[in-house]
């Protein structure tokens, strides 16, 4: 049995960030899988442009983002196996601390890949209509706005004429122009929350540019239609996410496309073993992007779902370079303490640190709209790092970076929290 | 000459289905009416899953009785259509002293109807076995013989095994008239089609009544009476191991909470009295009951992982038992009506005791040689060892390919669905004939691809494939640029 230096499953933005990590670092044998017809995953379909700013510093749409770093990895001759999907992760049973790759194509057959690495790069899915538990018929014209997504730019079919959107996430706020674009009416787009979930820019160029109304701290109650969708009723939440008896208003529609959230596919990582955290949804990880599972590491969407592509790459790419000095032997200084979200913060990745690793970058996400607020990095009682902040809002994710000076100063666990201006 | 069937059953269901099955034993020609594209549209595709124990029926009733007899089928039946059955024991809850007089009350009622293995079962006892119960029962009733099974999968099966063996099916036949020529009965579709045959059964559901009256026979009416629920994500499914089930009382049923075969958790039903026979909506305050009503058996129920609500229409007949027999209005009509719980169950003991009260009729039985009770296992990849897998993909590359993801779901699986007896036309058709689309993302993203599938397959374009048939649609055209 062939023994692989590195195996990465997964072979959109993060997977194949993180194979070239690896690569740059002297890795040579390595193996991508994924189980669509070519790698880019969920870029492949957004076709829109916002792509790059960061780390390319010029916009793209999604497949030219992606085709970038497809042709590196053609380049660099990396293998990939795609049409391949895997179905299990495991430790081998010898003993050797190998990983153990189950995987299934219709031109390779069963597959069982012993890697001495495995970086998980599997993205997310969207939530579906059952999670929200809306009640009423279930009628065709119901979709998630990435499936949405698919059938027009991919497939090119339309799903609907007259459509309503649920939830403010950027996929729906996206198709939300998609649509309109395409001759179809979108007749609202509700949200639960007092805020959006999606980015600012895409509000304003998806939405407020088309004149489509954006109702906010509003919801489905009711879904209406036999054979297919005919309308649906919505209504205003109160502060507790309660429908407010009244406020129903009924949209005749033929499509609900739901855009409620993503969560990260994971469903290998948890067969594996892998330590999950609760609230991301994902693993829990050190700076290294390495999980519970010593030489497992994690990286892109299926970690934290990230809004902006060019973070998922750079942190891909930490986790290729990480296996390559797992593979090395540099025993990676794991996480030695903990990083805990408090006090508006929902979560922080990675959530293991140590005090020797050198630069960090922390990742992290609020659970509401705070304006004036600064962002503190504690030890203890002893404030790391103060940095204010005008605004920070839940759909976009914040990115702190710590220096070895500040690291070095740790001598526990450390917190991420926000504070009043001025409230000292 | 027209053609005349020798029996046609009205009404796609599992009852009409082990009906069908039952008749294709022998020498006739027999054909299945269903009003929807796909069979097993109505009551026997939504509904607890339960192969019931048997000690809630009074004794005495056709209910009582062939829901023992149907109970103690189940293995054969499961066994030879190769559908997955699981005794996994139904336990009856107590929270209270009267409660556990109700519990005495079921035992000796399963006493009386024959149902092996009752017994009562102390708070200690329900609580070693089913840790995740409430700490506040009293006690509980046990019978190991209660059971789960997939309901669509088992009717399904039982139509695709009567028609590999020769029994003929016709979907979108609403029959809306019956009449009677040269001592035939003539079969009216809404559509104006006709369909001769010399003995009709009457297996539908919900709509039972309605057809009894078309040759007369208005001795019953059917309220639908609905049921709602909520379907848990697989990581919920060990929460508890046998079905729990509440204590009837004045309040009402109470719902239960089980496994399913396929490894979910149900819970639910609700129940309540509507007017509509096909309002299969959920409501607010039905999903509100279910969630609160099962808190009381599992605390610990995660309703977070809920990936779907539906809702089932029981057809209750005024008189309470069903109607089991020849129509006191033509002797060549059998009506098999008001099944509602537990008609799942008792479902293989009808059909038996359809046909004969056929044969009583004058329908002469003459065994088919060639009659196979076994239907081929559909392809099951999710449920195959490495080496199966290896060796059917090795066979058919179509193996190779999974196309819903949450389930584990191959085109070849897909393939077979659309491909053998009854062959399966729409989307939803094939998630109830391989399960694609019914995991956690709900056909999120294999739906693109069972639509390009079924296109593909039955040569339509991509528009005009359907959710269930009708206006059912799942595109309305194409997008500018493709146009
Ligand atoms: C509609 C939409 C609009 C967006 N807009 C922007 C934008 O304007 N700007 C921006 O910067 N970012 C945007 N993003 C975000 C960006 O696309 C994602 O953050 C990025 O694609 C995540 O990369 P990933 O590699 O982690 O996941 P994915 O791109 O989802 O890739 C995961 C890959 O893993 C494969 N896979 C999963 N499980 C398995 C398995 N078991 N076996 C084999 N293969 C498997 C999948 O097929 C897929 O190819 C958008 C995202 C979406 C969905
Ligand atoms: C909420 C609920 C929970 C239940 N739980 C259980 C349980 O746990 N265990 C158990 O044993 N039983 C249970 N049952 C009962 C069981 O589901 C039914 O008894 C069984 O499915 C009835 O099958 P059927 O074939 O008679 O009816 P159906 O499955 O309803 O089939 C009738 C068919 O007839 C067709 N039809 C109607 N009118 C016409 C027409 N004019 N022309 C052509 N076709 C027509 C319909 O389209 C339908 O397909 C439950 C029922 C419900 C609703």
Redesign the pocket.
């Known amino acids: 049995m062939e023994r692989l230096d590195l195996v990465v ?8 960030a993180a194979a070239l990590g690896a690569w740059h670092q002297g890795v040579r044998n390595i193996l991508i ?4 017809a070519q ?5 492949e ?2 076709i ?6 960061h780390h390319f510093k010029e916009e793209l749409t ?1 497949p030219e ?1 992606a085709a970038r770093y497809a042709k590196e990895v053609a380049d660099c001759g990396i293998c990939c196996l795609l049409d ?4 299990d992760l495991a430790e081998a049973l010898d003993g050797s601390g190998d990983k153990v790759v189950t ?1 299934v194509s219709s031109k390779e057959g069963y597959l069982r890949i012993h890697a001495k690495t495995v970086v998980l ?4 899915r969207e939530r579906p209509r059952g999670a929200l538990n809306t009640p009423g018929t279930r009628p065709a014209g119901i979709y998630t ?2 499936a949405a ?1 698919k059938f027009v730019n991919i497939k090119g079919y339309m799903p609907g004429k007259e459509v309503v959107i649920l939830g403010s996430g ?2 729906g706020l ?2 939300a122009r998609r649509m309109t674009l395409e001759g179809a009416k979108v007749k609202a787009v509700c949200e639960l929350m007092p805020y959006s979930g999606g ?1 600012t820019r ?1 509000i304003v160029q998806c939405l407020e540019d088309f004149g489509i109304p954006l109702k906010l701290s509003h919801t489905v109650v009711r879904i209406h239609g036999r054979e297919r969708v005919e309308g649906v009723t919505i209504a205003a939440v109160d502060g507790s996410r309660k429908p407010i008896p009244g406020s129903e208003e009924f949209i005749p529609c033929d499509t609900l496309l739901l855009s409620v959230g ?1 969560i990260p ?1 994971n469903e ?1 990582s948890r067969a594996a073993g892998v330590k999950m955290d609760p609230v991301t949804g994902g693993a829990v990880v050190d700076q290294n992007r390495q999980t519970s599972l010593p030489g497992v590491f994690a ?5 934290h ?6 973070y ?1 790459s750079e942190e ?1 790419e930490l986790a290729g370079q990480s296996a390559a000095a797992y593979l090395r032997g540099e025993a990676p200084c794991g996480g030695t303490v903990e990083v805990k979200a408090r006090d508006g913060v929902r979560y922080v990745v990675p959530q293991r640190l140590c005090k020797d690793a050198g630069p960090v970058s922390l990742y992290f996400r609020v659970g509401d709209i705070y304006k004036d607020v600064k962002i503190v990095v504690k030890c203890g009682e002893k404030v790391l790092l103060s940095r204010p902040k005008k605004k920070v809002v839940p759909g976009e994710m914040e990115r702190l970076p710590l220096t070895a000076g500040i690291l070095s100063q740790i001598d526990g666990d450390v917190t991420v929290c926000l504070e009043q201006k001025g409230a000292e | 000459m027209e053609k005349v069937y020798d029996v046609a059953v009205i009404g796609g269901g599992v009852v009409g289905g082990m009906t069908l099955r039952e008749l294709s034993r022998y020498q006739l020609k027999t054909i299945l009416l269903e009003q929807a594209e796909d069979v097993v549209m109505g009551a026997s595709k939504a509904n607890s899953a339960i192969v019931h124990a048997g000690f809630d029926a009074e004794p005495g009733t056709l209910k009582a009785q062939y829901n023992v007899e149907g109970n103690a089928l189940m293995e054969a039946v499961t066994g030879e259509l190769s559908v997955p059955f699981r005794r996994n024991g139904s336990m009856v809850l107590a929270f209270s002293e009267e409660d556990l007089k109700t519990l005495r009350d079921l035992q000796e009622r399963g006493r009386k109807n024959g149902v092996p293995g009752v017994r009562l079962m102390s708070r200690e006892e329900a609580l070693s076995q089913e840790p995740n119960l409430s700490e506040e029962i009293k006690g509980a009733l046990w019978a190991p013989s209660g059971g789960i099974v997939c309901p669509y999968e088992l009717a399904t099966a039982a139509i695709g095994n009567a028609m590999d063996n020769g029994a003929e099916l016709k979907t979108g036949f609403r029959v809306t008239g019956i009449e009677k020529e040269n001592g035939n009965f003539v079969v009216i579709s809404e559509a104006g089609e006709k369909l001769y045959a010399r003995y009709l059964v009457n297996a539908a559901g919900v709509h039972a009544d309605e057809v009894a009256r078309m040759i007369g026979d208005d001795s019953f009416s059917i309220t639908p009476r609905r049921g709602e629920y909520m379907l848990l994500d697989k990581t919920q499914g060990a929460t508890v191991f046998a079905t729990i089930f509440q204590p009837p009382t004045k309040m009402g049923k109470g719902v239960l909470v089980t496994p399913t075969v396929d490894g979910n958790l149900l819970v639910g039903p609700t129940s309540e009295d509507i007017s509509d026979k096909a309002d299969t909506a959920t409501t607010p305050e039905g999903l509100e009951k279910v969630e609160r009503l099962s808190k009381l058996s599992v605390p610990s129920v995660n309703l977070r992982a809920v990936i779907t609500s539906f809702a089932g229409l029981r057809a209750t007949p005024g008189g309470g038992d069903f109607i089991i027999g020849p129509s006191a209005a033509d002797a060549g009509f059998i009506n098999a009506a008001g099944i509602e719980s537990p008609g799942l169950t008792a479902s293989p003991a009808i059909a038996v005791a359809v046909v004969k009260h056929l044969e009583e009729a004058g329908l002469v039985l003459i065994k088919r040689e060639d009659f196979s009770s076994f239907r081929k296992p559909f392809p099951k990849f999710r449920r195959m060892s490495g080496a199966e897998r290896e060796a059917l993909i090795r066979q058919d590359a179509s193996f190779g390919r999974i196309v819903c ?1 949450c389930e584990t779901i191959t085109e070849g699986e897909i393939l077979a669905a659309i491909r053998r007896n009854p062959p399966a036309r729409d989307v939803d058709a094939v998630k109830r004939r391989t399960r694609a689309g019914m995991g956690r993302c709900q056909g999120g993203f294999c739906g693109p691809q069972v639509v390009e599938i079924l296109s593909r397959e039955l040569g339509l374009p991509m528009d005009e494939v359907t959710k269930c048939g009708g206006a059912s649609r799942m595109l309305v055209g194409k997008t500018k640029e493709t146009q």
Request: glycine residues 20%; charged residues 15%.
């Open positions: 499953i997964g072979g959109g933005p993060a997977g194949m899988l994924d189980r669509e790698l880019g995953g969920i870029l379909q957004c829109h442009n916002g792509f790059g700013l999604g983002y391949t999907m895997v179905l995987a790069a599997m993205g997310c706005a990435g997504q950027d996929i996206i198709m980015l895409n993503l596919e290998l990286c892109g969407n299926v970690l779902v990230h809004d902006l592509v060019d998922v891909a | 993801r």
